[in-house]
């Protein structure tokens, strides 16, 4: 479903050398696959995100969607194959737009977009079922600006967004890192609800050890670029919060004696 | 009583600028420049065809298609090539003072007694009236000013209704979600780039269609004549904002046709009170620098004020 192969990006910083953001890095995902992302800050999993979403052009190697090669495409023509949810709540609602309004966008992703009313009364019978089926009460809402809604309503909306046309790919970028947890829970729930329910095959980057232990049926870690550790089926099941952050605590007391390491270099010998 | 007529007769047609410039400056937050060259532009091409003899319809509706091709410019020079929008403003704008020279051939073109949307109104409406001069409670008004005033009723009537329609789309909710949120709007498959062309297009269209109608109604088309567009244009918008104080659509667009008709009464009226008309552009300036600011003080000062009754309080 998923295809990456020999992906490279680098970043140029304002001085010095590129940073390489994604090294050679070569993923398959299945049909149907929920894999969760984890990884230091700095790691590439955003960028990893983002070079599948299109929203950043790589440098080389190829990303193909099921089946097709769109390494060259452009973020909106991808749209047609993906659903995205953003780490900021604020990023995947019109906030001047209505309840309604937004969804209606989101029913149409990736289609041509003519003259036809936004809101014929057939759409908006459908907008209100898939609405109430969030079980939130905001199918009294449909006409209220979404930006008066709070964050974690505004997520679950955009979740809703996302899959309201099935996506082949549904990307969640660290969704529920900027959400209270009682929130963040429900979005979790939504999230594993309607992934479940439309099989869909899932992309979800998180900073929460917890989720990447509990959700999903495959987890990568991801250090500098590349894929660390790649766990799935009965592995991954196994796999407990408190064992992850243990390997991450590792990764990051490597890291800084690799910098005080440097460290002493520097002050040795220049 | 002629003055405030006109007033509004002006105020109807150049609402149409007003809705141009809600469109660039609300829905997608650019500050759009171009539209000081596109309003004379639009009444450079339709007063030079008109001359020429063409059907002022056609005319009209040629004014308003180089309007829309100028504010497309802009919006080429702003997505494809990265220029600044204030400065693809700026580039299209001076560029189009040349190129209203060359449509005109010269820096003024009068239309006298050519046949005119305008007149074509009034011949239309002496149809049916046949004095010389209407009674509307109790005053006594040129058929010629009253037929103008419908005329300009209707074009701004339909071009509000178009918008509102228009607004309520597939293609036009796209357009709002553009400008409202580009992260957003992309990931559902729009190309954030091409709808603000398109987007800066219609508005600089509705522009030039208010200066060819301008043209029309005062009888020549001037060079100089979009100097001040972009601050009168705001100035429309904002008073139409203070006036419906709503966020709907449909009220919105009200308040666009209401604020350059408001706008227009007050200019009359300074003027009749004595005003310098070489102050106006001064002042019209100075009005919308007031208008912007005001917002921003207010809520410093009520945050100020409820921090005081905090600490009265405590």
């Known amino acids: ?270 | 009583m002629t003055l405030m007529l006109s007033a509004w007769t002006i105020g109807l047609i150049l609402s149409l600028l007003s809705l141009g410039t809600y469109i660039s400056f609300r829905v997608f937050h650019f500050p759009d420049i171009t539209v000081d060259g596109s309003l004379t532009l639009g009444a450079a091409a339709a007063a030079i065809m008109i001359v020429k003899g063409h059907n002022p319809l056609v005319a009209t509706a040629v004014g308003a298609l180089a309007g829309a091709l100028a504010g497309a410019t802009t919006g080429v020079l702003n997505t494809r090539f990265g220029i600044n929008k204030l400065l693809a403003g700026i580039l299209t704008m001076t560029a189009l003072y040349s190129i209203n020279l060359h449509v005109m051939g010269k820096s003024n073109v009068p239309l006298l007694s050519s046949k005119s949307l305008i007149t074509m109104a009034e011949s239309s409406m002496s149809r049916v009236v046949s004095r010389e001069t209407i009674s509307i409670a109790g005053w006594e008004i040129a058929r010629r000013d009253f037929s103008s005033l419908l005329f300009a009723l209707f074009c701004a009537a339909v071009i509000g209704l178009v918008m509102y329609w228009f607004f309520r789309t597939n293609a036009g909710s796209a357009m709002r979600a553009t400008g409202d949120n580009e992260q957003m709007i992309r990931a559902l498959g729009v190309s954030v780039e091409n709808m603000t062309i398109i987007g800066v297009a219609l508005s600089n269209g509705l522009v030039a269609l208010a200066g060819a109608l301008l043209a029309q109604y005062q009888g020549f088309a001037d060079v100089q004549m979009g100097i001040g567009t972009v601050v009168w244009g705001l100035a429309s918008v904002i008073i139409g904002e203070a006036l419906v104080a709503s966020d709907s659509l449909g009220f919105t667009i009200i308040g666009a046709i209401m604020g350059s008709v408001l706008f227009r009464l007050m200019v009359a009226i300074a003027l009749r009170w004595g005003l310098d008309p070489n102050d106006l552009k001064l002042i019209t300036a100075a009005f919308v620098f007031v208008a912007l600011i005001v917002p921003t003080f207010a809520k410093r000062w009520t945050a100020r004020r409820r921090m005081a009754s905090y600490a009265r309080a405590a």
């Open chain 1, 1 to 270: 479903m998923l295809e990456l192969h020999n992906v490279v990006k680098h970043f140029t910083a304002e001085a010095g050398r590129p940073v390489l953001a994604l090294d050679h890095l070569t993923l398959r995902a299945e049909e149907g696959s929920f894999i969760t992302v984890i990884g230091t800050n700095g790691s590439g999993k955003s960028t990893l995100q983002g070079a599948i979403a299109g929203s950043i052009p790589v440098d080389s190697g190829t990303i193909r969607i099921a089946g097709v090669d769109v390494t060259r495409w452009p973020e909106h023509r991808r749209a047609s194959m993906i659903g995205r949810v953003f780490q900021n709540p604020f990023s995947g609602t019109a906030p001047n737009l209505t309840v309604a309004e937004n969804l209606a966008l989101a029913a149409r992703r990736g289609q041509s977009r003519r003259l036809g009313w936004v809101l014929g009364r057939r759409t908006r019978e459908q907008m209100r079922d898939r609405v109430a089926g969030l079980g939130m009460g905001l199918e009294s809402r449909l006409d209220t600006a979404i930006g008066l809604l709070s964050g974690g309503q505004r997520q679950a909306l955009t979740l809703l967004m996302a899959t309201l046309v099935r996506p082949k790919l549904l990307l969640l970028d660290e969704h529920t890192a900027a959400l209270d947890p009682k929130s963040a829970d429900q979005v979790v729930r939504l999230t594993r609800q309607i992934v479940e329910r439309e099989r869909l095959t899932t992309f979800m980057v998180t900073h929460s050890m917890h989720q990447a232990a509990t959700v999903g049926d495959r987890l990568l870690m991801m250090h500098q670029g590349g894929i660390i550790m790649d766990c799935e089926g009965a592995a991954k099941r196994r796999l407990r919060a408190d064992e992850l952050l243990r390997r991450f605590e590792d990764l990051r007391r490597r890291e800084l004696l690799d910098e005080g390491a440097a460290e002493l270099i520097r002050v040795a010998y220049v």
